[in-house]
Nanobody, 121 residues
């Protein structure tokens, strides 16, 4: 079993910053892509940013230039630095990881439980 635990959410004023963390633990041989998604009330879950094991990143257009995704492979942890936050960034943020439990097995997708980010105007 694999667990993803997010932390770092909270309430912040518009223009402020937050840093989210997501640590993976359990039966892990290797983690491939990791990412952050978010879901606002009444909306579908959407991609925020992804990062490959080698460090290549992609970002959704609304967060480009404001958010930075990074990871520490030794700690099985992914981060999301969020600057210049806007009220429309308010959502539950989820981390995702493609995990290989044993060599020769298949990569499986795992999700964290989510952390609330609220940006006040």
């Amino acid at each position: 079993q694999v667990q993803l635990v997010e932390s770092g959410g909270g309430l912040v004023q518009a223009g402020g910053s937050l840093r989210l963390s997501c640590a993976a633990s359990g039966s892990i041989f290797r983690i491939n892509d990791m990412g952050w998604y978010r879901q606002a009330p009444g909306k579908q879950r959407e991609l925020v940013a992804t990062i490959t094991r080698g460090g290549s990143t992609t970002y959704a257009d609304p967060v480009k230039g404001r958010f930075t995704i990074s990871r520490d492979n030794a700690k099985n942890t992914v981060y999301l630095r969020m600057n210049s936050l806007k009220p429309e960034d308010t959502a539950v943020y989820y981390c995702n990881a493609a995990v290989l439990a044993v060599l020769g097995g298949d990569y499986l997708d795992y999700w964290g439980q989510g952390t609330q980010v609220t940006v006040s105007s």
